[in-house]
């Protein structure tokens, strides 16, 4: 069973930055598609980033294009988001997934990842 950990979360002020991991193990040969989302309290889950195996290709939703980047290391099998410039608003839990989607319509709609992580705190004070 494909398991994901994600890891580095915390509480940080605003404008500080924050690596999260996720470290994927388990049968991965299924998947091609990685990805990141969040969700904030009183919210819905919403998509973040993805990369794929190949290429690899990366989408991002517009709101973090500029400032979060997602990125692999294949041979360790973990996936990271790099986020810069934090905001209150960027307060969520934040969630790993990983599925055999292809492009971010299909990775980022509803049902579109077949495993998730257990998530990890994100906390910007002002």
Do not use: H
Not at 1 to 17: D, F, M, N, P, Y
């Amino acid at each position: 069973q494909v398991r994901l950990v994600e890891s580095g979360g915390g509480l940080v002020q605003t404008g500080a930055s924050l690596r999260l991991s996720c470290a994927v193990s388990g049968p991965t040969f299924s998947i091609y598609t990685r990805g990141w989302f969040r969700q904030a309290p009183g919210k819905e889950r919403e998509f973040l980033a993805a990369i794929s195996w190949a290429g690899p290709s990366t989408y991002y939703t517009d709101s973090v294009k500029g400032r979060f980047t997602i990125s692999s290391d294949d041979a360790k099998n973990t996936v990271y988001l790099q986020m810069n410039n934090l905001k209150p608003e960027d307060t969520a839990v934040y969630y790993c997934a990983a599925g055999n989607a292809i492009g971010m319509t299909a990775v980022a709609k509803r049902g579109g990842m077949d495993y998730w992580g257990k998530g990890t705190l994100v906390t910007v004070s002002s």
